[in-house]
């Protein structure tokens, strides 16, 4: 590779291909040109959501997800279309879980019902940055460390022991307050903050002092909150693919949607509840997956004598696709079906 030619060179089907910056340039361009029209469209006239502009707009986004999807295939072939689905399918049902946290906040900040959309949308925009700090550090790692997969393997083994764990507890109330990190404590303890929500303002000035908003608070909360979650989802998605520039638009994509997929399921989430065995099913089957794509890179003297271990085939891209989309659709499925059973149940009792 040339020194002065710019390429990002990625390997998909046994193959070489250069993504060229122009790749790079364009996704950013689509990523600005949807949080634009967010700002001008939805944020700019502050309004709470109706269920059909929700769901009109989160099909949209879906729709976009897969028309880029295509654009991917007819440039770099139907292997890399198929990481990044792979990828944007797996980062979107780990979205989800993030929405019960969003839900918690929302209410512990006590935010107005029609400024959440602007709380949110900073809030991604704030948790796109990090993630690709995340993202490019997890590729470097990758590329000079292989045995951080046996890391990322089994920390995802491990959040799929806690999500099943947590399906099988029964709820505490404890469990649904929300607990500010010490960052946002930090903040709040350092910086002036005012009484109250001004309007939609995150800064407010006030008889010569500048003070900050709880709505600041919450965009901060939010925003810095999606770290935890990228901890699972980074390792989780670089299982299916280690190309950076798939990791980030698939985490891009179902990042963005997530501010419209709020309002088209707050309130609905509660009979998803088997959501967290489903996620359970995908981070371990993920887990497993990237424990074996570590001895098939194996470098560790006291793993096998240093020597590669390819007794166990790894599963293929689409393989991994199929057992995703499957996961997911018994989930929502049976989910369905128990919240009617206990609707009719409750209406026999009663």
């Known amino acids: 590779m040339a020194g002065g030619d710019l390429r990002y060179q990625f390997r998909t089907g046994g193959e070489y291909v250069d993504v060229h910056i122009l790749g790079w340039i364009g996704l950013a361009a689509i990523i600005l040109t949807l949080i634009a029209i967010d700002i001008v469209g939805h944020v700019r006239t502050p309004h709470e959501p109706t269920m059909k502009e929700a769901a ?18 007819f440039v770099w072939g139907g292997g890399f279309a198929q990481q990044y689905l792979s990828g944007y399918i797996t980062e979107k049902a780990l979205s989800i879980d993030n929405l019960f946290v969003f839900v918690i906040m929302m209410s512990s900040f006590k935010v107005p019902r029609k400024y959440q959309q602007e709380v949110l ?12 700090i995340f993202i490019l550090a997890g590729a470097a790692l990758i590329n000079n460390f292989s045995w951080v997969f046996y890391f990322f ?21 404890e469990d649904e307050e929300y607990r500010p990190s010490g960052f946002v404590k930090l903040v709040a303890r350092v910086i002036p903050m005012t009484d109250g929500f001004v309007g939609g303002k995150v800064i407010h000035r ?21 770290v935890m979650f990228a901890v699972d989802s980074i390792p989780a998605i670089y299982s299916l693919t280690i190309e950076p520039f798939l990791v980030f638009s698939a985490n891009a994509f ?25 996620l359970a099913v995908i981070l371990g089957f993920i ?13 560790l003297w006291f793993i096998n004598g240093g020597k590669k271990w390819e007794t166990i085939p790894e599963a293929s891209v689409k393989v991994s696709l199929a057992v995703i989309v499957t996961t997911i659709t018994v989930t929502v499925i049976a989910s369905v079906l128990k919240s009617r059973a206990d609707v009719r149940r409750a209406e026999v009792s009663s």
């Open 56 to 73: 009109i707009w989160s099909v949209a986004y879906i729709a976009m997800a897969l028309v880029f999807s295509g654009i991917v295939w």
């Open 206 to 226: 006030h008889a010569g002092r500048t003070m900050i908003t709880p709505m600041m608070l919450c965009i901060i909360a939010i925003g810095t909150a999606d």
């Open 121 to 132: 949308l900073a809030g991604i925009v704030i948790a796109l940055i990090l993630r690709l």
């Open 254 to 278: 179902s990042l963005l949607g997530l501010r419209q997929l709020y309002f088209l399921i707050d309130g609905l989430l509660d009979r998803l509840v088997y959501l967290h065995y489903g």
């Open 287 to 299: 887990g497993f997956k990237l424990i074996v794509h570590a001895l098939h890179t194996n470098e």
């Open 153 to 173: 393997g089994a920390w995802l083994l491990w959040t799929a022991f806690s999500q099943a764990r947590e399906g099988v507890e029964e709820p505490d109330d």
